[in-house]
């Protein structure tokens, strides 16, 4: 069947969350008397349509087919109908919300509470297809803790699609419970390779979750149980009546670090001012009996003698509010560090639920790899399957140490196990991918098919980052009827491949040292922050209400990768060099040149290409209060909390300043007869072919010798700052970069600005999110808040600084990664000791033998 081209349904209408109706509301300075920002909402562009649950009779039938509710305006809301139920969203996750490829499974780990198992529950699932998706040969299935709830074929390509399946009493279990989402599709018209990257098909966050009951018997135990935003994001709210001091704002980031661990959710949005209404997120009363005095239901907990949690009883249209006190600031303290230690650290709620719900919960952050070990993928949750497409696709997800060396010293082996049908084209084979690029490759040769047991895959660990890895297993498989493409034949449907679950990973033993500069450190285990020596310290030169939500999402997003609560020092000012290491949140303009300068920035460039952005206003996110998902975003596949409007000021970049004329030239003086006459003759003598080899041999040699010692002398020393400045991209509005401290990991310092308070909190609020988080690396990043886009500055020089126990087998693989990663050191050492060893060699051979006399 020839190609044909594909038109596109028309789009629809809007959907069941509307945008935001009002008038704009006024920023309040916060901690200081900077000037207020106004926050304006962004337009809501292409909102989207849906039609009511489609009913389900039995879990095997597919629904009836459903009418497209009628176009509405874009300025509109829609009425919600009275058929849709509040539902238990899903967390977000590393792996997003979009289902690609022939195959593919999305899974989320959702806490429940007793409560909530009371009466029949549902599972929701909205989403939206590609056009090239076949609805006739394509589904989408739904599983609970491994059982089959129901599947629907897929055909949502013009609209969003809400499908819901009844789940069987006793299904789900208090704790945390696994649900997952398989899609199986295949192209209407092609049959090609290439064709298999337009299949997908996106899970509308907003609308899809366990519809179950309100968590009404919520308590310190089952925090994990706060319900996420419609962008899978953990909402919490501070309330607040009074600017709070300083010391105050360190206990309160303090709590938000510790519910983002109680709640394991990888994605805090944090929010200072009235308290958070509906059923998402927590409200976090934070500070001493006399700061928090007057807070409706606070005298229900009596009196206040020492470190004091407690969960005040929901209230109708009001979000669960948590209260950390005590009489005194190192008793809120205490209270912080008891919150902390009920979540991850052995607390009552990472333990319980099903036993594929707690394997998932425990793997949200991938699998933890420590080095010399051997990994079966079974171990993952992936099992043995059969697949007759013509791409498969396995992802595995593992989380290396923070202070592993990415460097050319080993190899991880993969061992695959399976086999391949016969008939396949001359150019199958199996490609490996790690975190997006291609690692190795194993052609499937035999046209008679093969079984294998143990085929060898080396990959390389230069390409493995600290913190989380994604690692892409990719079977290519076309045959021959692939090139006329009978999509109804019943030769479709063979397998053409088998993957068996006895596959494994053997890990050798890791380099563990820190390189610096290099953010995937920061952004696996908050390093820096987490090192021996002085307080870390929080500084904010501008500490307005925005800046503060800022740094308070991301202190929380750290607390996450350390495992534990980050006692920050909230400040105005840097320290000295050798003071501690910083976080520095603030926007361009309030920070001192020298700081931007130090981190390898230029802030002349900078103030230019942010010039026309400096007035901007922006709010982070679209969803609920702030606004609408729109379909354009949901083909995009755009991190639900990176959208950015366009810019209202027209971007002004400055043009260079032209120099002052310089003066013209003096003329040199004409040659004398005797300089005419020496040139003349050195380009009438012929060279000696000899004598020339052998000065730029030496020339050569002493370079590469100067060029050694310098860096030898460099690595002493230890890192340093980048030399030259990072050009940052006109279409930033976030710029993450991190500044090696002179005396260790202690000493570094995080800059993280934008234009304005507004874009630097709706950035920031871009960053968090998993998707663009795991993919920081390099000594600088400069986020697009408006689609999540990331561009990366790799270090120029880089240092190795020790975090472990002095040992032999450590000292010898990181001296290995050293050399590795500095190849020129390397040659000059093996001709350095070549040389040695020639004179070594001469001088004993010198004295060997009968002379001739």
Same mark, same amino acid.
């Given at each position: 069947?020839?190609?044909?081209?594909?038109?596109?349904?028309?789009?629809?209408?809007?959907?069941?969350?509307?945008?935001?109706?009002?008038?704009?509301?006024?920023?309040?300075?916060?901690?200081?008397?900077?000037?207020?920002?106004?926050?304006?909402?962004?337009?809501?562009?292409?909102?989207?349509?849906?039609?009511?649950?489609?009913?389900?009779?039995?879990?095997?039938?597919?629904?009836?087919?459903?009418?497209?509710?009628?176009?509405?305006?874009?300025?509109?809301?829609?009425?919600?109908?009275?058929?849709?139920?509040?539902?238990?969203?899903?967390?977000?996750?590393?792996?997003?919300?979009?289902?690609?490829?022939?195959?593919?499974?999305?899974?989320?780990?959702?806490?429940?509470?007793?409560?909530?198992?009371?009466?029949?529950?549902?599972? %929701?699932?909205?989403?939206?297809?590609?056009?090239?998706?076949?609805?006739?040969?394509?589904?989408?299935?739904?599983?609970?803790?491994?059982?089959?709830?129901?599947?629907?074929?897929?055909?949502?390509?013009?609209?969003?699609?809400?499908?819901?399946?009844? +789940?069987?009493?006793? +299904?789900?279990?208090?704790?945390?419970?696994?649900?997952?989402?398989?899609?199986?599709?295949?192209?209407?018209?092609?049959?090609?390779?290439?064709?298999?990257?337009?299949?997908?098909?996106?899970?509308?966050?907003?609308?899809?979750?366990?519809?179950?009951?309100?968590?009404?018997?919520?308590?310190? %135990?089952?925090?994990?149980?706060?319900?996420?935003?419609?962008?899978?994001?953990?909402?919490?709210?501070?309330?607040?009546?009074?600017?709070?001091?300083?010391?105050?704002?360190?206990?309160?980031?303090?709590?938000?670090?510790?519910?983002?661990?109680?709640?394991?959710?990888?994605?805090?949005?944090?929010?200072?001012?009235?308290?958070?209404?509906?059923?998402?997120?927590?409200?976090?009363?934070?500070?001493?009996?006399?700061?928090?005095?007057?807070?409706?239901?606070?005298?229900?907990?009596?009196?206040?003698?020492?470190?004091?949690?407690?969960?005040?009883?929901?209230?109708?249209?009001?979000?669960?509010?948590?209260?950390?006190?005590?009489?005194?600031?190192?008793?809120?303290?205490?209270?912080?560090?008891?919150?902390?230690?009920?979540?991850?650290?052995?607390?009552?709620?990472?333990?319980?639920?099903?036993?594929?719900?707690?394997?998932?919960?425990?793997?949200?952050?991938?699998?933890?790899?420590?080095?010399?070990?051997?990994?079966?993928?079974?171990?993952?949750?992936?099992?043995?399957?059969?697949?007759?497409?013509?791409?498969?696709?396995?992802?595995?997800? $593992?989380?290396?140490?923070?202070?592993?060396?990415?460097?050319?010293?080993?190899?991880?082996?993969?061992?695959?196990?399976?086999?391949?049908?016969?008939?396949?084209?001359?150019?199958?084979?199996?490609?490996?991918?790690?975190?997006?690029?291609?690692?190795?490759?194993?052609?499937?040769?035999?046209?008679?098919?093969?079984?294998?047991?143990?085929?060898?895959?080396?990959?390389?660990?230069?390409?493995?980052?600290?913190?989380?890895?994604?690692?892409?297993?990719?079977?290519?498989?076309?045959?021959?009827?692939?090139?006329?493409?009978?999509?109804?034949?019943?030769?479709?449907?063979?397998?053409?491949?088998?993957?068996?679950?006895?596959?494994?990973?053997?890990?050798?033993?890791?380099?563990?040292?820190?390189?610096?500069?290099?953010?995937?450190?920061?952004?696996?285990?908050?390093?820096?922050?987490?090192?021996?020596?002085?307080?870390? %310290?929080?500084?904010?030169?501008?500490?307005?209400?925005?800046?503060?939500?800022?740094?308070?999402?991301?202190?929380?997003?750290?607390?996450?990768?350390?495992?534990?609560?980050?006692?920050?020092?909230?400040?105005?000012?840097?320290?000295?060099?050798?003071?501690?290491?910083?976080?520095?949140?603030?926007?361009?303009?309030? $920070?001192?040149?020298?700081?931007?300068?130090?981190?390898?920035?230029?802030?002349?460039?900078?103030?230019?290409?942010?010039?026309?952005?400096?007035?901007?206003?922006?709010?982070?996110?679209?969803?609920?209060?702030?606004?609408?998902?729109?379909?354009?975003?949901?083909?995009?596949?755009?991190?639900?909390?990176?959208?950015?409007?366009?810019?209202?000021?027209?971007?002004?970049?400055?043009?260079?300043?032209?120099?002052?004329?310089?003066?013209?030239?003096?003329?040199?003086?004409?040659?004398?007869?005797?300089?005419?006459?020496?040139?003349?003759?050195?380009?009438?003598?012929?060279?000696?072919?000899?004598?020339?080899?052998?000065?730029?041999?030496?020339?050569?040699?002493?370079?590469?010798?100067?060029?050694?010692?310098?860096?030898?002398?460099?690595?002493?020393?230890?890192?340093?700052?980048?030399?030259?400045?990072?050009?940052?991209?006109?279409?930033?509005?976030?710029?993450?970069?991190?500044?090696?401290?002179?005396?260790?990991?202690?000493?570094?310092?995080?800059?993280?600005?934008?234009?304005?308070?507004?874009?630097?909190?709706?950035?920031?609020?871009?960053?968090?999110?998993?998707?663009?988080?795991?993919?920081?690396?390099?000594?600088?990043?400069?986020?697009?808040?408006?689609?999540?886009?990331?561009?990366?500055?790799?270090?120029?020089?880089?240092?190795?600084?020790?975090?472990?126990?002095?040992?032999?087998?450590?000292?010898?693989?990181?001296?290995?990664?050293?050399?590795?990663?500095?190849?020129?050191?390397?040659?000059?050492?093996?001709? +350095?000791?070549?040389?040695? $060893?020639?004179?070594?060699?001469?001088?004993?051979?010198?004295?060997?033998?009968?002379?001739?006399?």
């Amino acid at each position: 069947m020839a190609r044909r081209s594909l038109t596109r349904r028309s789009l629809g209408a809007a959907l069941l969350a509307g945008g935001l109706a009002g008038t704009p509301a006024q920023a309040q300075s916060f901690l200081g008397t900077g000037p207020a920002e106004r926050l304006t909402v962004p337009p809501s562009g292409d909102p989207l349509r849906a039609g009511p649950p489609s009913e389900r009779p039995t879990a095997e039938r597919p629904p009836p087919a459903e009418r497209p509710a009628a176009p509405s305006d874009a300025g509109r809301r829609p009425a919600v109908p009275a058929t849709i139920a509040a539902a238990r969203r899903f967390p977000a996750g590393t792996q997003g919300f979009r289902l690609a490829g022939e195959e593919d499974v999305l899974q989320f780990p959702v806490y429940l509470t007793e409560a909530q198992l009371r009466g029949p529950s549902r599972l %929701r699932v909205s989403y939206l297809s590609a056009i090239s998706v076949a609805p006739e040969a394509s589904s989408l299935t739904a599983s609970v803790n491994g059982t089959k709830v129901g599947w629907t074929r897929i055909q949502a390509p013009g609209a969003v699609k809400v499908v819901e399946f009844a +789940l069987p009493d006793g +299904l789900l279990r208090p704790g945390y419970n696994a649900v997952s989402f398989t899609a199986s599709q295949r192209h209407r018209v092609d049959c090609s390779l290439g064709a298999t990257y337009e299949l997908w098909t996106q899970i509308d966050p907003s609308r899809s979750g366990l519809v179950v009951p309100p968590a009404s018997d919520l308590d310190l %135990r089952s925090l994990a149980a706060i319900e996420p935003d419609d962008s899978g994001a953990l909402p919490i709210g501070l309330p607040l009546t009074e600017k709070p001091g300083p010391e105050r704002v360190e206990r309160m980031i303090g709590a938000v670090q510790a519910v983002a661990l109680v709640g394991r959710l990888a994605r805090p949005a944090v929010s200072f001012g009235p308290p958070l209404t509906g059923r998402t997120g927590i409200n976090l009363v934070v500070g001493t009996a006399a700061e928090i005095r007057g807070t409706e239901g606070l005298d229900s907990l009596g009196p206040i003698t020492g470190p004091k949690l407690a969960l005040l009883p929901t209230r109708e249209g009001r979000a669960p509010t948590l209260v950390v006190t005590g009489p005194t600031g190192a008793d809120v303290r205490q209270a912080i560090a008891q919150l902390a230690g009920s979540g991850d650290a052995g607390g009552a709620s990472a333990a319980t639920g099903t036993p594929a719900g707690t394997r998932l919960a425990a793997l949200t952050r991938g699998y933890p790899i420590r080095g010399g070990e051997t990994l079966g993928l079974d171990a993952l949750g992936i099992a043995s399957r059969e697949f007759s497409g013509r791409l498969m696709r396995i992802t595995l997800e $593992l989380r290396f140490p923070a202070d592993f060396v990415p460097a050319d010293y080993g190899k991880v082996m993969l061992h695959l196990a399976g086999g391949y049908a016969a008939g396949l084209e001359p150019d199958a084979q199996i490609v490996v991918d790690i975190n997006g690029k291609n690692a190795a490759s194993l052609p499937l040769p035999a046209s008679r098919g093969e079984l294998f047991s143990d085929s060898a895959i080396p990959l390389p660990l230069s390409l493995w980052r600290p913190g989380l890895n994604r690692v892409e297993i990719t079977a290519q498989l076309p045959v021959a009827a692939d090139r006329t493409c009978d999509t109804l034949a019943p030769g479709t449907k063979h397998s053409r491949f088998l993957f068996l679950d006895r596959t494994n990973l053997v890990v050798p033993p890791l380099a563990r040292a820190v390189r610096s500069p290099d953010l995937a450190a920061i952004k696996a285990g908050a390093v820096p922050f987490t090192a021996p020596g002085p307080r870390p %310290r929080l500084v904010l030169p501008t500490p307005d209400r925005d800046t503060v939500e800022a740094a308070a999402m991301l202190a929380g997003r750290l607390a996450i990768a350390a495992g534990r609560v980050i006692d920050f020092e909230a400040s105005p000012e840097e320290r000295a060099a050798g003071g501690g290491a910083s976080l520095v949140v603030a926007p361009a303009r309030a $920070l001192n040149p020298l700081t931007l300068t130090a981190a390898g920035l230029d802030p002349d460039q900078i103030r230019r290409i942010w010039e026309g952005r400096a007035e901007t206003v922006a709010t982070p996110g679209q969803f609920g209060a702030a606004g609408v998902l729109t379909l354009d975003r949901l083909r995009r596949n755009v991190p639900m909390r990176c959208a950015l409007p366009p810019m209202t000021v027209p971007l002004r970049v400055a043009a260079p300043a032209t120099p002052p004329p310089s003066p013209p030239p003096r003329s040199a003086p004409p040659p004398s007869e005797g300089d005419l006459l020496a040139r003349w003759g050195a380009s009438l003598q012929t060279p000696n072919p000899l004598l020339a080899a052998l000065a730029g041999a030496w020339e050569r040699t002493t370079g590469a010798a100067a060029t050694l010692w310098g860096m030898a002398a460099e690595r002493v020393r230890g890192p340093a700052a980048a030399t030259g400045a990072v050009e940052v991209g006109p279409q930033a509005t976030l710029v993450v970069a991190e500044t090696p401290g002179a005396t260790g990991l202690s000493d570094s310092s995080l800059l993280v600005t934008a234009p304005n308070p507004s874009i630097l909190k709706a950035s920031v609020s871009c960053l968090v999110d998993p998707v663009v988080w795991t993919r920081l690396s390099g000594r600088a990043a400069f986020l697009d808040a408006a689609d999540g886009g990331l561009t990366l500055v790799a270090p120029e020089r880089t240092g190795l600084i020790r975090t472990q126990p002095w040992s032999l087998a450590n000292l010898r693989l990181v001296s290995a990664a050293w050399l590795s990663l500095n190849p020129t050191v390397y040659v000059g050492m093996t001709l +350095l000791m070549a040389l040695c $060893l020639g004179l070594t060699t001469t001088s004993l051979v010198r004295h060997l033998g009968r002379r001739n006399r």
